[in-house]
């Protein structure tokens, strides 16, 4: 659904280009994630491919285009007016996106848990009703693109938990989802395919799985009790790629006999196994092995 | 069309929920208008009615000349008080405000008026008393000493002529009125009468306050561009032009109320408490478009702003200062009639000052479209500047 190939972006009077570089796919009806830090880029990739701000160079293609697909964003902020009522917002978004159906107000109240609000002034709701008002503006128009940045930033639990499930709802009904975040927790556990985005440069994407399992992830690491001595440590060298660190090894390849051969190996010799590892335990990790820093910094 | 009605339904509603707008807008002028218009009354009605105390105190009782009493009580503008005291208490009196004059005729005054050794009036003027009043005041009582003394000259002249002369034409001191036609080309119903204070000030604190217009429209731009409002309509396919027709045709309303809302005050309101009522001219369509084209001006000056400001503080600070320079300029807090030549000319680059002409033209001059179109095109073309450089420069802020 969403193409961008060799895309760059500097603001003006910045030294340095806050999109580098960027290519990404994104297929139709997908639930993309977009991680990183605060500053990584990710708002401006977005205004990108909203069509806010216009690219340096590079290509942003669209299936059908943006007006075609009907997209929609749900900014950072609570981009909606403090003084207008629940539903005052709700019928004003409506009004100016030419929305006419009048049970479309209705179904997005649902959707956002709103029914009980539409008559309270904005102004007056807590952080996370805030919070879903933002997302139910995006809504009003139906969209089958939807970009939303940050949308759980400051809430309690309960709220984030609710606005989840309804983007895992609005994802189900066949809406494609790009969702920008620097909570991992998140992303991990709502998006099936992620970008990792760094100083501007996507450093990774694909599927959740498969990049928690690749680079450095992809190896077995066991943790011994005490290191091996240098006879057994000779001897184990007849599996590929295995390499003795201390108490550590570490081994790129194994199938599941040379594992069962392996750890009956160190039974014989009496070496207990403290710790088994199998690729990267979570975004955090993987992050920090791509760029050297954590994801919080 | 049906998107900008809906940006308008929602300025709307944002500003009738913003108190501190409305005051600003509505309650500032309006209070302004009738405290102004009641304070400034004296000055401006010297002449019809509205008279200065003083004490006349004549020492010369029984002597003196009946007709100098009668003119000494009644000086055109001032009022005399009855000179219950003896003249040092009637002198702390006039020291502490009380009065604004002290006269005192002197003992063998009358007697000794046409003589080689006359004995003087006293005239003695309140403290804070300004430089104007008392010349007026003096002016006054040389008037009647004029008038006295001149008929106390023709008696003698009469009287050395012996009774055979061809008598002395039959003057009477009052008939020199006959001398002198006046006329205000100000005038209502084929009566000379003189503006009062709320013919100023209504339209002064009118402009004054739909200039002001400039710190709601500001406060909620900057907050739209702030909370990502703004990016949000536009992400919705909303055009920036559109966007700025959203914020001109309501503010453009809400100006044209505070001109209904002000001219109300001043022909019904000011009266209330005492004061002279507004009167309107008689051209309609020379107030419609002076309401029009004064409006048009403070909006786009107003949308100006909001665009080059980029926090509500700034906006406010700007607003107030810009504004209080262009109304102490532009003949709102002083008349410019008044102001030294050098600054007047330098008035009349303010936008409130052209605005203030043209309404002067149609309350006080009684001017129709001709008479308005100077001052109405001056704000027009200063308003579609204002609207030329915002565009331009929102133009230049997308493309950063």
Known sequence: MIHVERLSYRYPGSTQEAIRELSLDIGAGRLFGLLGPNGSGKTTLVSLLMGLLAPRSGRIDIAGGKGAVRAALVPQEYAFYDRLSVMENLRFFAGVQGVRETGRIAEVMETAGLRSFEMIRAERLSGGLKRRLNLAIGLLGTPRLLFLDEPTVGIDPQSRRFILEAIRRINAAGTTVVYSSHYMEEVQTLCDEIGILDQGRLVARGNLQALLGSGRGGQLSIGLEREPPRSLAEALHEYEGLKVNGAELTLDHCSPGQLQRLFARLAEAGLDVSRVRYGHADLEELFLHLTGRQLRD | ?400
């Open chain 2, 1 to 400: 069309m049906r998107t900008l009605l809906y940006l308008i339904r929602k300025e709307a509603l944002l500003l009738v929920r913003d108190w501190h707008a409305l005051v600003l807008l509505f309650v500032m002028p309006a209070v302004f208008i009738l405290i102004m218009s009641l304070a400034l009354q004296n000055r401006f009605s010297a002449q019809s009615g509205v008279h200065i105390k003083y004490y006349l105190l004549n020492r010369d009782a029984g002597a003196a000349d009946a007709d100098l009493l009668k003119g000494l009580q009644g000086l055109n503008g001032f009022g005399a008080l009855p000179a219950t005291a003896a003249e040092p208490e009637l002198k702390a009196r006039v020291r502490r405000g009380e009065a604004r004059f002290l006269l005192v005729v002197p003992r063998g005054f009358t007697a000794a008026l046409a003589s080689d050794n006359p004995v003087p009036l006293r005239m003695t003027a309140t403290p804070d008393a300004s430089a104007a009043v008392y010349r007026l005041f003096q002016s006054s009582v040389r008037e009647v000493l004029a008038r006295v003394y001149l008929k106390q000259v023709m008696h003698a002249l009469s009287d050395q002529r012996g009774k055979d002369a061809p008598p002395l034409p039959a003057i009477g001191l009052d008939e020199v009125d006959r001398l002198l036609v006046s006329e205000s080309l100000y005038s209502r119903g084929g009566k000379t009468v003189f503006p009062s204070s709320v013919q100023q000030n209504v339209p002064a604190w009118l402009l004054f306050a739909m200039f002001f217009i400039a710190i709601p429209l500001s406060t909620t731009w900057v907050r739209e561009r702030q909370q990502g409002t703004y990016m949000r309509l536009r992400s919705m396919g909303i055009g920036a032009m559109t966007l700025l027709a959203g914020k001109l045709v309501p503010y453009l309303g809400v100006n044209l109320l505070q001109v209904v809302a002000m001219l109300l005050v001043g022909v019904f309101v000011v009266p209330w408490f005492g004061g002279d009522a507004l009167t309107l001219g008689h051209s309609w369509p020379a107030l419609a478009l002076m309401a029009v084209v004064a409006s048009f001006a403070a909006v786009a000056y107003a949308l100006l702003v909001a665009n080059l400001v980029t926090t509500s503080e700034q906006a406010t600070i700007f607003t107030g200062v810009a504004n209080l320079l262009m109304a102490a300029l532009g003949g709102i807090m002083v008349p410019r009639f008044v102001m030294p030549q050098a600054l007047q000319a330098v008035s009349h680059y303010s936008p409130m000052a052209w605005g203030l002409d043209g309404f002067l033209d149609v309350f006080l001059r009684d001017g129709g479209l001709g008479l308005v179109a100077g001052p109405a095109l001056e704000l027009f073309v200063f308003g579609t500047a204002c609207l030329v450089v915002t565009g331009l420069f929102m133009g230049w802020r997308r493309r950063r």
